[in-house]
């Protein structure tokens, strides 16, 4: 399984998860959050074992009983379709990548601000650039130099 992507792996574990758990319900009358909160415990498990990075271990977690608790609300489908397609925007190549959007806080632009040298006009390219924060800042710092982003997500 290790060739495959993490998020198809961690899937594949949901779906396992979820069929161990409806075979051992056995048809009983379950509450369907309790069963998602033992299908998501299983997943997690599974997870672990299987090597995902940590941060899977809460989503496996929390995926199953997210996703009663959404079900079972009355919310216009909608509201769904327009979420997806904004994380598509933002997150659009994170799949391909395996890079996701991770925005750099004002503390980490100072501390770059402090590594470059001072004593010379730059050039400087940002690859996966974001939303530009890192060079919006440095170019305020550094006017005499060259700063550059590139980015590949279309938001």
Known sequence: MSRLPPSFIALILQLAAWLAVLLVAGGGNFPPLALAL?????AAVLSHFAG????WL??????APALVITLSADI??????????????????????Q??????SRKVWM???TL?????????????????????????ARPESHFH???VAPI
């Open 38 to 42: 033992l299908a998501g415990l299983l």
């Open 76 to 97: 216009p489908p909608l509201f769904f379709l327009f979420g997806f397609l904004l994380l598509l925007l933002v997150y659009w190549s994170t799949f391909r990548s």
């Open 52 to 55: 995902l990075a940590r941060w």
């Open 149 to 151: 982003g590139v980015e």
């Open 99 to 104: 890079v996701p959007l991770y925005l750099s």
């Open 116 to 140: 470059l040298p001072a004593d010379r006009p730059l050039h400087f390219i940002d690859i996966g650039s974001g939303l530009g924060g890192v060079l919006t800042h440095l170019a305020r």
């Open 111 to 113: 501390a770059l601000e």
């Open 58 to 63: 809460p989503i496996q977690l929390l995926f």
